[in-house]
C-alpha cells in the first residue's frame, strides 16, 4: 500500500506546490487538510477543489470556527493571555485546533506522517510537531520548506512548470497568518525595527487617527463567557466577530512588537486583534469586581504561566490542563456587564456591574452611613506594619 502524508493545507502558493512536492520527494500519496478558524478569504469548498487539482489524493475539509472560539478563544479570555504583556495568542491558539483535524484525518485517511509548512526559524513548527507527536505519537512529521529545501523561488518556478491552479505572480511582502481572534503580520520591510509600519499593513482595522464618532458597547459575562452584547444574546464566535467590526473601526488592537520566540531570537511582529484585546480588557476589569483580592493576585501568576505554555506549543501540556482547573474555579462569579467606548484606538471601560460582585457600595462609600467601622484601622495598622518595624529597630541599633 502506497504511504500517504497528511498536509496541513491554507490553499496558498507554499502549500499548493507542497503536494506535489512532497509527492515527488518521498513517493507518497498526499491528503490535504484544510481548517477554516475564521480567516476569511476563499470557501472551504474552493479550497478542497484546489487541493485536488494540484495533485492530492483526498481533501478533508472542517469548518472549525465554532469549535476555535468555544475551546480555544474562550479558555485564553478567561487566562487574560497575552504573551510579553501585548500578544494575545493568535497564531499560538489556532494550531493546536489545527493538530487536532491534522490527526484525525491521518487516521481517517491511514496516513503515517503529517506535513505543515512552516520554517526551521519560527514558532508554529514547535506547535504543530509538539502537538502532532502528543496526539499522534505513531505519527512523523516533515515540512517541506525546512526539510524538502522548498523556497519561494522553487514553489514558483513548479507551480508554473506542472500548471498547477494557483496564482504566482503577485508576492506580497509580508508573511500573514490570520484567524477570528486575529491577525499577525511579519517580515518584509518590516524585519528593520526601526521602520513604521505603513497603513497597507493592516486589514482588520481602520486607522485610529480618523476614528468615527464614539461607540458604547455593553459586554454581558457568565462565568468569564461573553454571552450578549448590547442585550443581544451572542455565541462566543458572534461576539469576538461583532467586537472584531466595531473596536477594528476604531482602530482598537494594533500591536508593535518585538518579540521573544521560542527558537531563541527576537522577532518584530505586528497584529491586529480588535475583538480579543477588547474582549480581554472588558473580561480584566469584571474580574477586578468579582474576584476576591488574593485569587486575582495569585491568577496574574498562573495567567503568565498558561500564557507562556501556550506561547511555546504546550497546549496538551499535563501543567497547562492544571493550570486550567484553577483559572476555571476563579471564574464562577466572574459574571455581569462591562460598558465600554471604543474610540480612537482604545477601548475603555466607563461602567461594570455584577448581581455576584465583591464590591460593596455601603463599604466603600465617603459619604455619611457607611459601614465601615474606621476604628479598626488603628490596630489593623499597628500589627500590619509590625515586623517591619522590630525590623527597622534592629536595624537602627546594628547601625549606631
Known sequence: MTERIVLAYSGGLDTSV?????????????????????????SLETIRQRALGCGAVEAYVADARDEFANEY???????????????????????????????????????????????????????FEVGIQTLGPDLKCIAPVRDLALTRDKAIAFAEEKGLPIETTKKNPFSIDQNVWGRAVETGFLEDIWNGPTKDVYDYTDSPEFSPAADEVVVSFREGIP???????????????????????????RIDIVEDRLVGIKSREIYEAPGAMALITAHRELENVTVEREQARFKKTV??????????????????????????????????????????????????????????????????????????????????????????????????
Open 227 to 253: 454571552v450578549a452584547i448590547d442585550g443581544h444574546a451572542v455565541t462566543p464566535l458572534q461576539a469576538i466577530e461583532e467586537l472584531n467590526r466595531r473596536a477594528g473601526a476604531q482602530g482598537v488592537g
Open 18 to 42: 507542497a503536494i506535489g512536492w512532497i509527492a515527488e520527494a518521498t513517493g507518497a500519496e498526499v491528503v490535504a487538510v484544510a481548517v477554516d478558524v475564521g480567516q476569511g478569504g476563499e
Open 73 to 127: 478563544c474562550m479558555p485564553t479570555l478567561r487566562a487574560n493571555a497575552l504573551y510579553m504583556d501585548a500578544y494575545p495568542l493568535v497564531s499560538a491558539i489556532s494550531r493546536p485546533v489545527i493538530v487536532k483535524h491534522l490527526v484525525a484525518a491521518a487516521r481517517e485517511f491511514g496516513a503515517s506522517t503529517v506535513a505543515h509548512g512552516c520554517t526551521g526559524k519560527g514558532n508554529d513548527q514547535v506547535r
Open 303 to 400: 495567567d503568565q504561566r498558561w500564557t507562556e505554555l501556550v506561547y511555546d506549543g504546550q497546549w496538551f501540556s499535563p501543567l497547562k490542563r492544571s493550570l486550567e482547573t484553577f483559572i476555571d474555579d476563579t471564574q464562577r462569579h466572574v459574571s455581569g456587564d462591562v460598558r465600554m467606548e471604543l474610540h480612537g484606538g482604545r477601548a475603555t471601560v466607563t461602567g461594570r456591574r455584577s448581581d455576584v460582585g465583591l464590591y460593596d457600595f455601603n463599604l466603600a462609600t465617603y459619604d455619611t452611613g457607611d459601614t465601615f467601622d474606621q476604628s479598626m484601622a488603628r490596630g489593623f495598622i499597628e500589627i500590619f506594619g509590625l515586623s517591619s518595624k522590630v525590623a527597622s529597630g534592629r536595624d537602627q541599633r546594628a547601625g549606631s
